[in-house]
């Protein structure tokens, strides 16, 4: 159990690490990237989830970025 919380903390500490490391430029396309996976479920609530031809462009182009 305490092995576990401990896991947990350190995991937590170094995700926050590699957040404040990361530049700018790679926070702004993650943003991008995870307001458009949003809009792209909230179009498509009630069945499964399709992606767009301009939806694979768009998400492409950001991890090119």
Known sequence: MLLS?????VR????????????DLS????LLVLRHEN???RRQLSGRLRW??????WLAALSRW
């Open 12 to 23: 937590c500490l170094l995700g926050l690490l590699a957040v404040l490391a990361r530049s």
């Open 52 to 57: 767009d031809h301009a939806d694979r462009l």
């Open 5 to 9: 919380l401990i896991y947990r903390l």
């Open 27 to 30: 926070k702004d396309a993650e």
């Open 39 to 41: 809009q792209v479920l």
